[in-house]
Antibody, heavy 122, light 108 residues
Framework: QVRLQESGPGLVKPSQTLSLTCTVS??????????WTWIRQHPGKGLEWIGYIYYSGSTYYNPSLKSRVTISVDTSKNHFSLKLSSVTAADTAVYYC??????????????WGQGTLVTVSS | EIVMTQSPATLSVSPGERATLSCRASQSVRSNLVWYQQKPGQAPRLLIY???TRATGIPARFSGSGSGTEFTLTISSLQSEDFAVYYCQQYNNWPPYTFGQGTKLEIK
């Protein structure tokens, strides 16, 4: 059974870069069968898709975040990472990683990591 | 960007009764719609994909229907563990994938 686990600092200062890693266990990112995704949820609010990466390194980002987001993958460590630059308080959220099941049209997310709260504050 | 609108924001239903949750897309997403359940302090859990296909392990009391712009999640006989927030998500037009704002299903 595939499990995902987010890790990284819970507090980031404004204007700095948020960095998180998602470690995958019980399955290989390199299998090529799935995409690997970051999603966030602002406190008490809905869900926002950030972007995904394929094991080959190809990425797709939310246009609203594209200028500040980088998602990378390390297949040797079976993990993928998120960097979000120039953060502000509006980036305070619970960040989830998830596996994307892809159809010809697009995809859905299962399973999800437990999520990690990142607070942007000085 | 496709906007997903869920209604109602909060739904109060008694255990054992039926719950009907709605999701509307700002333009057609065909049948490319997903439903998730989220309990407090937990990550969302996949319930339904392709508008009507239950995910592995999801009880038969959960059913999804609809296509185009109007979708429904029905829980036929509410159990105590079903009280949660439910989100819809479209995957027809992306990027970005977009989610509804959620419906909170609470005990009446």
């Amino acid at each position: 059974q595939v499990r995902l686990q987010e890790s990284g600092p819970g507090l980031v200062k404004p204007s700095q870069t948020l960095s998180l890693t998602c470690t995958v266990s019980g399955g290989s990112i390199s299998s090529g069968a799935y995409y690997w995704t970051w999603i966030r949820q602002h406190p008490g609010k809905g869900l926002e898709w950030i972007g995904y990466i394929y094991y080959s390194g190809s990425t797709y980002y939310n246009p609203s975040l594209k200028s500040r987001v980088t998602i990378s993958v390390d297949t040797s460590k079976n993990h993928f990472s998120l960097k979000l630059s120039s953060v502000t308080a509006a980036d305070t959220a619970v960040y989830y990683c998830a596996r994307e099941h892809s159809s010809p049209q697009g995809g859905w997310f299962d399973p999800w990591g437990q999520g990690t709260l990142v607070t942007v504050s000085s | 960007e496709i906007v997903m609108t869920q209604s109602p924001a909060t739904l109060s239903v008694s255990p054992g009764e039926r719950a009907t949750l709605s999701c509307r897309a700002s333009q057609s997403v065909r049948s490319n719609l997903v439903w998730y359940q989220q309990k407090p302090g937990q990550a969302p859990r996949l319930l339904i994909y392709g508008a009507s296909t239950r995910a592995t392990g999801i009880p038969a009391r959960f059913s999804g229907s609809g296509s185009g712009t109007e979708f429904t999640l029905t829980i036929s006989s509410l159990q105590s563990e079903d009280f949660a927030v439910y989100y819809c998500q479209q995957y027809n037009n992306w990027p970005p994938y977009t989610f509804g704002q959620g419906t909170k299903l609470e005990i009446k």
